[in-house]
């Protein structure tokens, strides 16, 4: 928290906007437009999930249409997939950003319009706030004609030539959920370039009440829209969003300066000039050949001393859940999820927490 989250949320006791609408929410929509610039339009909803799923049903994915998913993510990018009665494609990634291969993904475009289903969306995430491919995969979706969900819930404030993450794709989504760079405990948004399509999820998301002065319903809606107290937080969170970034960033400059003489180790960074991450989480992957140990022993030596680090994201392709789902790629997700490990990363990390975690991280050097 910055300090001014809680006079947002104050103001909006003392006015009694408490419900899904309100200033707070308006204003949240506002600063994150002008913060994305390109003609972006924000509906500030309850979850990055909900933000994704109101994406597919705007892009008209219905039951049993596919949907193609990078497979090296958060289970939230498939799952709205299947809300829909869709079936999930997933793709596997490439070794410079870990986000989903253009090779594979053309090749799994090919092989479904070959037996009669051309996807109707593909789902691209900026893994850890890493941009994805943006001009291969948007040459791609432009050559089949399939448009793009552009999952943005990690990459707030990651840019690629320039342009802020988020305004990418045909729709994009955001996360606010309480580990994100910034939180409003829960949330997220939906990001497009048509007004229309903003005020048509806005509509969803209130439950698809149609203009009457009674309740009266046409479609099918949901209850996704972020509440004016929730909201509040976010409007004070955008006040420290740069701030955020630039600790993520030093907490990734931290763990390069500790591997930077360790042959077998790699700190999970840009290959691309023009691309700039948020580096909302820092990485390394660990050739057990090389170092003569394996994640799971630089884990475990954090854990003995009460500090959390977890595996990279288990590939969707991998999930007891999706196992019946097609796949197209090789084995780098899988091997990415073997050999990586997500370190603290966190904001709010002082000297002591960092001194802590060094001197761990130091006998593996």
Same mark, same amino acid.
């Given at each position: 928290?910055?300090?001014?989250?809680?006079?947002?949320?104050?103001?909006?006791?003392?006015?009694?906007?408490?419900?899904?609408?309100g200033?707070?929410?308006?204003?949240?929509?506002?600063? +994150?437009? /002008?913060?994305?610039? &390109?003609?972006?339009?924000?509906?500030?909803?309850?979850?990055?999930?909900? !933000?994704? #799923? @109101?994406?597919?049903?705007?892009?008209?994915?219905?039951?049993?249409?596919?949907?193609?998913?990078?497979?090296?993510?958060?289970?939230?990018?498939?799952?709205?997939?299947?809300?829909?009665?869709?079936?999930?494609?997933?793709?596997?990634?490439?070794?410079?950003s870990?986000?989903?291969?253009?090779?594979? +993904?053309? /090749?799994?475009?090919k &092989?479904?319009?070959?037996?009669?289903?051309?996807?109707?969306a593909?789902i !691209?995430? #900026? @893994?850890?706030?890493?941009?994805?491919?943006?001009?291969?995969?948007?040459?791609?979706?432009?050559?089949?004609?399939?448009?793009?969900?552009?999952?943005?819930?990690?990459?707030?404030?990651?840019?690629?030539?320039?342009?802020?993450?988020?305004?990418?794709?045909d729709?994009?989504?955001?996360?606010f959920?309480?580990?994100?760079?910034?939180?409003?405990?829960?949330?997220?948004?939906?990001?497009?370039?048509?007004?229309?399509?903003?005020?048509?999820?806005?509509f969803?998301?209130?439950?698809?009440?149609?203009?009457a002065?009674?309740?009266?319903?046409?479609?099918i809606g949901?209850?996704?829209?972020?509440?004016?107290?929730?909201?509040?937080?976010?409007?004070?969170?955008?006040?420290?969003l740069?701030?955020?970034?630039?600790?993520?960033?030093?907490?990734?400059?931290f763990?390069?300066?500790?591997?930077k003489?360790?042959?077998?180790?790699?700190?999970?960074?840009?290959?691309?000039?023009?691309?700039?991450?948020n580096?909302?989480?820092?990485?390394?992957?660990?050739?057990?050949?090389?170092?003569?140990?394996?994640?799971?022993?630089?884990?475990?030596?954090?854990?003995?001393?009460?500090?959390?680090?977890?595996?990279?994201?288990?590939?969707?392709?991998l999930?007891?859940?999706?196992?019946?789902?097609?796949?197209?790629?090789?084995?780098?997700?899988?091997?990415?999820?073997?050999?990586g490990?997500?370190?603290?990363?966190?904001?709010?990390l002082?000297?002591?927490?960092?001194?802590?975690?060094?001197k761990?991280?130091?006998?593996?050097?």
């Open positions: 928290m910055g300090g001014t989250e809680q006079s947002y949320v104050n103001e909006a006791f003392n006015t009694n906007w408490v419900a899904p609408l200033p707070n929410v308006n204003a949240f929509e506002i600063s +994150l437009q /002008e913060y994305l610039g &390109d003609d972006s339009y924000v509906a500030a909803l309850s979850s990055g999930t909900a !933000a994704l #799923h @109101l994406a597919l049903i705007l892009l008209g994915v219905q039951q049993n249409d596919e949907v193609i998913c990078q497979s090296m993510t958060f289970s939230a990018s498939a799952n709205p997939i299947v809300y829909q009665g869709a079936t999930p494609i997933f793709v596997d990634s490439e070794k410079d870990w986000n989903i291969c253009p090779k594979f +993904l053309e /090749e799994a475009i &092989d479904r319009i070959s037996k009669g289903k051309k996807p109707k593909i !691209a995430v #900026h @893994l850890y706030g890493m941009p994805y491919k943006v001009d291969e995969i948007s040459a791609i979706s432009t050559k089949y004609g399939i448009p793009i969900v552009e999952d943005s819930a990690e990459a707030l404030g990651s840019t690629y030539k320039r342009r802020k993450c988020g305004t990418f794709g729709i994009s989504i955001l996360s959920n309480g580990n994100k760079i910034i939180t409003t405990s829960g949330g997220g948004a939906l990001v497009t370039k048509d007004s229309n399509i903003k005020e048509k999820a806005i969803l998301a209130t439950q698809a009440r149609d203009q002065p009674h309740y009266q319903h046409s479609q949901y209850n996704y829209r972020l509440s004016n107290i929730c909201a509040g937080i976010g409007r004070g969170q955008m006040e420290i740069d701030k955020h970034i630039a600790l993520r960033r030093a907490m990734n400059s763990y390069k300066d500790i591997f003489n360790t042959k077998g180790v790699h700190v999970f960074n840009e290959t691309l000039s023009h691309s700039f991450s580096h909302w989480l820092s990485c390394i992957t660990i050739n057990e050949e090389v170092t003569g140990y394996n994640s799971n022993a630089i884990r475990e030596a954090l854990e003995q001393e009460n500090i959390e680090c977890r595996p990279l994201w288990k590939p969707m392709h999930q007891p859940v999706f196992v019946d789902a097609p796949y197209y790629g090789m084995d780098i997700s899988e091997n990415l999820f073997k050999n490990l997500c370190l603290p990363s966190g904001s709010n002082d000297e002591k927490d960092k001194e802590r975690i060094r761990v991280l130091i006998k593996f050097t």
